[in-house]
């Protein structure tokens, strides 16, 4: 969801690492910009790739990736359809590999991601997990090494174009700007989106959300100051100028704004809307 922002949030990558391609699921749209990204990263021809991401249940896109085996495992960076449901499918193709995720319910054949920071890999590249929660309460990222070469893998808590949902009630606005502050310290580091090109510095990128994430705040705050009483009030006012079928998504983060902000929307409309004191 790119709302009122569709630049990129940082300079984009000029080229990616000679280990990390790009295989882009045909599903453009309003909420996947130019597809879904799944992307391969294998250390050296011949050896096991990782793949993150499976994308949507399409054949040739999954077979695509298959193309690209062998695969040692696969990686989940949250659990929306886009990004998982080709999974079982990718599981049959490649005779059966891993698909990791946080969530057990998007986990096939091994143990669910759980522990922030834990280290695997092996065949030439170093992955650490990053617990990323917010844009959904699963989210993660990944941080991959491969020699003195780094990137991270942000799924949609930071995409290559626009800004994203937080996809309230699953998402948390608090556990989103927390994720970010964690993103923004990796400095000079590419980030490899869910969706959208990749981005130079996934630390500019995640100072950039962090800006406009605290402006929104502030026009929430106004909204309801100026008399919004109810998610889609604030919407029209906050969001006036998103697509009207993107609505129900700017609606999403306004109840998490909202929620982060401590205010009671009065659904009725009447009485106006309260905002909590800390």
């Known amino acids: 969801m ?8 940082a300079a984009l990558a000029d080229e990616l690492p000679s280990w990390v391609t790009l295989l882009r699921a ?11 990204n799944t992307w391969v990263l294998r250390a050296a021809p011949g050896e ?3 793949v993150v991401d499976p994308g949507p249940a399409d054949e040739e896109h999954l077979a695509a990736v298959a193309a690209h085996g062998p695969v040692g495992f696969v990686l989940i960076t949250h659990g929306h359809p886009d990004h998982t449901e080709g999974s079982a499918r990718l599981h049959e193709l490649l005779g059966g590999a891993h698909v990791l995720a946080a ?18 890999g092996g065949s030439g590249l170093e992955i650490r997990l990053l617990d990323t929660p917010g844009h959904t309460a699963d989210s993660v990222c990944f941080l991959v090494e491969h020699g003195d070469e780094r990137v ?36 000079g580091i590419p980030a490899l989106p869910g969706h959208g090109p ?3 510095d996934c630390g500019a990128a995640a100072d950039f959300y962090l800006a406009h994430r605290r402006a929104r705040l502030d026009q929430v705050r106004s909204a309801v100051a100026a008399g919004a009483t109810t998610a889609p009030e ?5 969001y006036a ?9 700017a609606e999403w983060s306004v109840r998490a704004q909202l929620e982060y902000l401590g205010v009671d929307p009065r659904e009725s409309g009447a009485g106006g809307a309260e905002l909590k004191q800390p």
């Open 198 to 200: 990749a981005l130079a």
């Open 26 to 36: 045909p599903n453009p749209g309003p909420m996947t910009l130019d597809g879904t």
């Open 48 to 50: 096991p790739a990782v």
């Open 103 to 120: 969530d057990p319910a998007h986990t096939i054949g091994g143990e669910p991601l759980t522990e922030s920071g834990e280290r695997f």
């Open 2 to 9: 790119t709302g009122r922002v569709t630049g990129a949030a």
């Open 152 to 187: 991270v893998l942000t799924g949609d808590t930071i995409l290559g174009r626009g800004t994203t949902v937080v996809a309230h009630p699953d998402g948390h606005l608090g556990d989103y700007l927390t994720s970010l502050e964690l993103l923004s310290t990796y400095r």
């Open 241 to 249: 100028d998103v697509d009207r079928s993107l609505k129900w998504a």
């Open 234 to 238: 604030v919407v029209e006012r906050v």
